[in-house]
Nanobody
């Protein structure tokens, strides 16, 4: 069982920055894929960024590429989503997700993940 706890959301003005954190219970291994999704009311959860715990490659959604960065802190068993130059359309509930898999790809749909955090609200005002 994997437990994920997000933190770091809040209200911020357009152009500002936030860093979201996802604390992973237990010891994450190389077979973990960790990703961030976001959701607004009435819409499906959309993939934002993902990475394999044991690798260096990441995948970032095109609309946030160059503004968002996903990274991990092995010592703290935590995954971060650094968000810069925030826009009102980045508003939503951000979820941390995980799946344990030896597949080489990073799932980009929510059904590809088994474990979810409770979500953290990010609101970007114009």
């Amino acid at each position: 069982q994997v437990e994920l706890v997000e933190s770091g959301g809040g209200l911020i003005q357009a152009g500002g920055s936030l860093r979201l954190s996802c604390a992973v219970s237990g010891r994450a291994s190389a077979s973990y894929v960790m990703s961030w999704f976001r959701q607004v009311p009435g819409k499906e959860r959309e993939f934002v960024a993902g990475m394999r715990w044991g690798g260096s490659s990441t995948y970032i959604k095109d609309s946030v590429k160059g503004r968002f960065t996903i990274s991990r802190d092995n010592a703290k068993n935590t995954v971060h989503l650094e968000m810069n130059s925030l826009r009102p359309e980045d508003t939503g509930v951000y979820y941390c997700a995980s799946v344990i898999t030896r597949n080489s790809w990073i799932p980009r749909i929510s059904s590809g993940y088994d474990y979810w955090g409770q979500g953290t609200q990010v609101t970007v005002s114009s």
